[in-house]
C-alpha cells in the first residue's frame, strides 16, 4: 500500500474515533471535553474522604452508594491555581479503562457546560510538545462556532 493511501486511511479512521457526543466542562476559562459514553454522572461537591501521603491532585475518595471512589481535583493535575469550590463546582464520575480492569474515578470540574455532537473533521490531532509532556490524555482539538477566536482589539505579538 502506498503511503499517501496509508495516511489517508489512517486520518480517516482517527475522524471516526473522535466523532460523538462529548460532555463539556470548565477549568479556569477554558472549555474542555469528555466522551459522553465515559461518564458514569455528574454529581454535586460532596464531603471527600482524605487519604494520607497520596499527590496534592488526589482529593481524596468519596463512598457513592457503598462504592469507594477516588477524586481527584482536574484543575491540580493539569498544573492549574487551586481555587475555592462554588456552587458550580461538582464531581464528574468516569469509568476508564486500566490495563484489565475497568475503574470509577471522580473528577473535580469548575462547572459542567453541555452536551455537544462533534463531527470527525472538526477534530484535529493532539499536538507534539515533544518528549517531556506528557500528552496522552489529549484526544485532539475541536474546532467549535465561536471558539479559538482573538478577542476584540487584539494585536497579534501584543500582551493579553
Keep these: 500500500m502506498s503511503e499517501k493511501k496509508e495516511e489517508t486511511i489512517n ?19 477554558e472549555e474542555y471535553g469528555i466522551g459522553i459514553l465515559k461518564i458514569k454522572e455528574i454529581i454535586g461537591m460532596m464531603s471527600i474522604t482524605t487519604v494520607p501521603q497520596t499527590p496534592d491532585f488526589v482529593k481524596g475518595v468519596i ?8 477524586v481527584i481535583d482536574l484543575r491540580l493535575k493539569f498544573g492549574m491555581e487551586a481555587m475555592d469550590y462554588t456552587e458550580r463546582t461538582c464531581i464528574i464520575v468516569v469509568e476508564i479503562e ?14 459542567v457546560s453541555e452536551v455537544l455532537s462533534i463531527k470527525g473533521e472538526d477534530v484535529e490531532t493532539a499536538p507534539t510538545f515533544g518528549t517531556t509532556l506528557d500528552t496522552d490524555y489529549i484526544l485532539g482539538m475541536a474546532k467549535m462556532e465561536g471558539g479559538g477566536e482573538d478577542p476584540p482589539g487584539y494585536r497579534p505579538g501584543a500582551e493579553r
Excluded: C, H, W
Design 11 to 29: 486520518a480517516a479512521k482517527a475522524m471516526v474515533e473522535t466523532e460523538g457526543k462529548y460532555l463539556s466542562f470548565s477549568l479556569d476559562e
Design 98 to 111: 486500566k490495563a484489565s480492569a475497568t475503574v470509577q474515578i471522580g473528577i473535580v470540574v469548575d462547572s
Design 63 to 70: 463512598n457513592l452508594r457503598g462504592k469507594v471512589i477516588p
